[in-house]
C-alpha cells in the first residue's frame, strides 16, 4: 500500500496539522518508505494469533467507587492559554 | 577532598551519612557543573539552583539528626518528560513550552520521599520521539565522548539524551529515563552509562508525558549496576493512578547486585547478528560471552526467528498511540495556541507550529494506521505480530535465565551526520533495544569496551517478565569483568 500526495493531505487534515505545504513532496515520499519497509509484516503468520494489548497480564484493578478528586478549578485552569472566570476561552465551534 | 565528579550514587549516599561532606556541598557542585557544561553539552532544559538548595539543606538537617533516607541528599537529574510540581515540564517540545505541572509524577514523587535532591530537567527528543536527542526543541544535545583525536560533536544517543549527557560528564548521580523502543539503553551505550528498564509497569507511568502507553518504561541511568539497582528500587511502586502499574511487591534490587551466576543459563540469539555491524561489536559480544562463561554460566546458543519483525511492528504500534496521546495538544486547556479563523483552524495551527517535523511525522503514520479501512491491515496486524515476538521470548526463557545480545549496532555518531538518510536509518538505532519494549520484559545496558576510536559500546542483558533481579546479578557480573574505567576527558568547561 502507498500514499499519494492527496492522500498525505487528507492524513494531515484527519490529524488536525495544519497542510505543509512546502513539505508535501518530501512527506509522502517518507510516508512511503516507512509504509513500504512494514510491509515485510506480512511474512508473518498470524493465523489464530491473538491480538497482544498488553505485555504483563494482570486483572485490571478496581478502586472504591469514591471521589477521590476536585475542587481544584485554578490548577486545571493554571495553564490554559485563555481563562476567564473559572472557564477555558475556546474558539466559537457551535453556530 | 572526595572528587564529587566520580562518586557513584550508593558512595553519595554512604558519604553523606557518614557526614564526609554534606547534601549542600553536594548540591552546590551538582549545580555549579551544571551550569557550566550547559552552554557545551546543552543537557539539560532548565537547572534550578534554588529549589536544590532548599531541598539539599532539609536534607542535611534529616543527616544531621540521624533520619536520613535511602537517598537523603543525593541529586538525581529528571528527564523533562516527568511532572515536578511548579517546574516547566516541556518534553522537549514547543507545544507544552511554559508548561507549569500542578502535580507530581509518582516516580519523582517515590525519589523526594526516599530523600534524593532535584536540581534539573534534562533534555530529549521531543516527546521521546528519536534515536539521538537532535530533534529536541531546545536543539542537539552533545555526547561528552568524542573520538580519540577528532573534536567532531558526537550524538549522546535518544530519547534520553540529556540524562545521559549530564550523567557522562560526571554531574549527577542518577537520572531518570524513560524507555519506548530503546530510550534509556541506546544513550546509555552510547555514554558508557548503566541504563535499564525494568518489567512494565514496575514503574508508574502516572505523571510521565505520554508516548506509547503500552510501551513506555520510566527506568533508570548510573554509572554502575548497583546504582541502577538502587535507583530502580526508590522509582518504581505499585500505584493506583496508573491502572496498568504492576500490584506486587518491589524485590531488594541491590541484593542482586553480586550474587553468583554460576550455573545461570545464558542464551545468544543468532539473529541479533545484522548486517554492516562494525566487527568490534561482534567481537565485543563474543567477549561477554566469554566473561560469563568465566563466571560459571552456561552459555546456549538460541533462535529468537521474530527478531526482524520488531522494529516493523513498533512502527505501527508506537505511532498509533502516539497518535491518540499526542490529540490532546490542541491549544484548548494547556499548551501553545495558535489563533486560526475558526475552532478547526485553530487546532491545525496550533500543532503545525507546536510539533516539530518527527513528530509531526510520526502523528501522520499513526493516524493513517488507525483509519477506516488501514486498521485490520496494519494496527491489528501488528499486535498479532506484537504476540509472536512475545511467544519468541517466552519459548527462549524455557532453555535459559538470561538473553545476552549488543545494544547497538554502531557507537555514537556525529551530530547532523544522519540529517540526510532516511528516517528508517535512524530507527535501526533501536533493532537490539526494540524487542524487550514490545514484549514489556527487563533489559539492561552496560558499559563492556571501548571501539578503536575510543567510544563506548554496551553489551545488553535480557530477562524474564518480573525477573529484574537475574537482570541485575548478570548485568553486575558483566560489569565486573568488564572493569569499564574509562571516561570522557573534560573538554566542556
Known amino acids: 500500500m502507498s500514499v499519494t500526495q492527496d492522500d498525505v493531505r487528507r492524513i494531515a487534515r484527519l490529524a488536525r496539522i495544519a497542510e505543509p505545504t512546502d513539505r508535501i513532496e518530501q512527506l509522502t515520499g517518507e510516508l512511503n518508505g516507512i509504509l513500504d519497509w512494514v510491509e515485510q509484516l506480512g511474512e508473518v503468520d498470524v493465523e489464530g494469533v491473538e491480538p497482544m494489548t498488553t505485555a504483563v497480564s494482570t486483572p485490571l484493578p478496581l478502586r472504591p467507587d469514591a471521589v477521590t478528586d476536585g475542587e481544584i478549578t485554578q490548577d486545571i485552569l493554571k495553564n490554559a492559554p485563555r481563562s476567564e472566570e473559572g472557564f477555558f476561552v475556546v474558539p466559537k465551534s457551535v453556530e | 577532598m572526595t572528587d564529587f565528579s566520580t562518586l557513584s550514587l550508593a558512595d553519595a549516599a ?73 517546574v516547566e515540564m516541556t518534553a522537549s517540545s514547543n507545544i507544552l513550552k511554559g508548561f507549569t505541572p500542578t502535580y507530581e509524577s509518582t516516580v519523582s514523587q517515590n525519589l523526594w520521599d526516599a530523600g534524593a535532591v532535584f536540581f534539573a530537567k534534562t533534555s530529549m527528543d521531543e516527546f521521546a520521539m528519536g534515536s539521538s536527542n537532535e530533534t529536541a526543541a531546545s536543539g542537539a544535545v552533545v555526547n561528552p565522548w568524542r573520538a580519540k583525536g577528532s573534536d567532531e560533536r558526537l550524538v549522546p544517543g535518544g530519547s534520553s539524551g540529556g540524562s545521559a549527557s549530564a550523567l557522562a560528564a560526571g554531574i549527577s548521580y542518577g537520572a531518570t529515563g524513560t524507555d519506548t523502543g530503546g530510550s534509556i539503553r541506546q544513550p546509555a551505550a552510547f555514554t558508557g552509562l548503566v541504563g535499564a528498564k525494568p518489567t512494565y509497569g514496575r514503574c508508574s507511568r502516572w505523571g510521565v508525558v505520554a508516548f506509547a502507553s503500552s510501551l513506555d518504561h520510566p527506568g533508570p541511568l548510573t554509572r554502575t549496576v548497583r546504582d541502577n539497582a538502587i535507583l530502580m528500587q526508590h522509582m518504581a511502586s505499585p500505584d493506583p493512578k496508573d491502572s496498568t502499574s504492576y ?33 568490534e561489536i561482534e567481537t565485543l559480544w563474543s567477549q561477554g560471552r566469554e566473561w560469563l562463561e568465566a563466571a560459571g554460566c552456561e552459555i546456549v546458543d538460541i533462535s529468537l526467528p521474530m527478531t526482524k519483525y520488531a522494529l516493523p511492528a513498533y512502527y505501527i504500534i508506537a505511532p498509533a498511540e502516539a497518535s491518540s496521546n499526542l490529540a490532546r495538544y490542541d491549544g484548548m486547556r494547556y499548551g501553545q495556541r495558535v489563533e486560526g479563523e475558526d475552532l478547526i483552524d485553530t487546532y491545525e495551527k496550533s500543532r503545525a507550529a507546536g510539533f516539530g517535523k518527527e513528530v509531526q511525522r510520526r502523528i501522520m503514520i499513526g493516524t493513517y494506521v488507525l483509519s477506516a479501512g488501514y486498521y485490520d491491515a496494519y494496527y491489528l496486524k501488528a499486535l498479532k505480530v506484537r504476540r509472536r515476538i512475545l511467544e519468541d521470548f517466552n519459548a527462549a526463557f524455557e532453555k535459559v535465565d538470561a538473553i545476552l545480545t549488543p545494544t547497538t549496532p554502531s557507537a555514537a555518531f556525529g551530530i547532523g551526520s544522519k540529517a540526510k538518510a532516511s528516517p528508517i536509518e535512524m530507527y535501526l538505532n533501536d533493532i537490539f533495544t526494540v524487542t524487550a519494549n514490545i514484549a514489556g520484559i527487563p533489559a539492561m545496558s552496560v558499559p563492556a569496551g571501548l571501539d578503536k576510536s575510543g567510544l563506548p559500546l554496551g553489551l545488553q542483558v535480557i530477562t524474564r517478565a518480573l525477573d529484574e533481579e537475574t537482570m541485575f546479578s548478570v548485568g553486575a557480573a558483566l560489569e565486573d569483568s568488564a572493569g569499564f574505567s574509562a571516561r570522557p576527558e573534560k573538554w566542556w568547561a
Open chain 2, 247 to 279: 500490584t506486587g511487591e518491589v524485590p531488594d534490587f541491590a541484593a542482586a547486585v553480586g550474587k553468583s551466576v554460576k550455573g545461570l543459563k545464558i542464551g545468544i540469539p543468532s539473529e541479533y547478528r545484522v548486517e554492516g555491524m562494525p566487527g
Open chain 2, 14 to 86: 554512604a558519604g553523606l551519612k557518614k557526614k564526609d561532606f554534606t547534601a549542600t556541598e553536594l548540591a552546590e557542585f551538582t549545580v555549579r557543573e551544571a551550569e557550566a557544561a550547559q552552554g557545551a553539552l546543552n543537557c539539560f532544559t532548565l537547572i534550578d539552583g534554588e529549589r536544590a538548595m532548599r531541598m539539599a539543606r532539609a536534607s542535611d538537617e534529616r543527616l544531621s539528626s540521624g533520619n536520613g533516607r535511602a537517598l537523603e541528599g543525593v541529586p538525581i537529574a529528571m528527564k523533562d518528560l516527568f511532572a515536578v510540581e511548579g
